[in-house]
């Protein structure tokens, strides 16, 4: 299984890199938010409150700050969602709809198996100290929001906020965590790529 999903893996990025070379960079800036250094051939996009340089030529991704980490920890995610990203975000603004990502094409998906996303792992890491989660959650360049106990609006992308909310533990309930999308996320980014912008959105945190 884990084999089959590496070489979707592999064959979903080259598409996008395949794609990408042949884009307009003022096209693919207008679009996403991303800016294009003409002497290097790089894009430069905002992510997590850090840059990241994709180098379409080289087919190479190099991040700065915390984003050295994700891009080598989880860079199965980070480079097909970051690709991805540059090749079909629209020029839409969010229209600040939340919805679960169960509520998306085929979102049940999210309810098993491996695409289960880390939810409780979050919860059990910051049920009992909500402040560490909006510090870590201001750090990564989050806003943070009314909802829960504690919640942070972040941006992976420019074009696709993604909320993460927290509900402390108590004496009768565990701790509880909640990812939503805007609704114009399927605009920007196909839906496996919006399942492993979920990962990554969670996984700053971890």
Not at 39 to 46: A, E, F, I, N, T
Not at 166 to 171: I, S
Request: hydrophobic share 40%; with cysteine.
């Amino acid at each position: 299984m884990l084999a089959a999903q590496e070489q979707e893996w592999i064959g979903g990025e080259e598409q996008a890199w395949r794609r990408l070379a042949v884009s307009a960079p003022a096209e693919v800036c207008r679009r996403t938010g991303a800016r294009f250094d003409e002497c290097s051939g790089v894009y430069v996009l905002d992510m997590f409150n850090s840059e990241v340089e994709i180098h379409p030529g080289h087919r190479k991704i190099r991040g700065t700050g915390d984003l050295c980490d994700l891009l080598r920890n989880v860079s199965h995610y980070a480079r097909l969602s970051i690709v991805w990203y540059l090749v079909q975000a629209q020029e839409t603004p969010p229209s600040g709809n939340l919805i679960s990502p169960r509520q998306l094409p085929g979102g049940l998906i999210y309810a098993r198996g491996s695409h289960v996303l880390p939810l409780e792992r979050l919860a059990r890491l910051y049920g009992g100290d909500p402040g560490a989660f909006l510090k870590k959650g201001e750090a990564l360049g989050g806003e943070c929001r009314r909802f829960g106990d504690a919640s942070v609006m972040l941006y992976p992308f420019p074009r696709v906020p993604v909320l993460l909310i927290l509900w402390r533990k108590d004496d009768e309930f565990p701790a509880h965590a909640e990812l939503l999308f805007d609704d114009t996320c399927s605009l920007h980014l196909p839906a496996d790529i919006i399942w492993s912008t979920a990962m990554l959105s969670i996984t700053v945190f971890l």
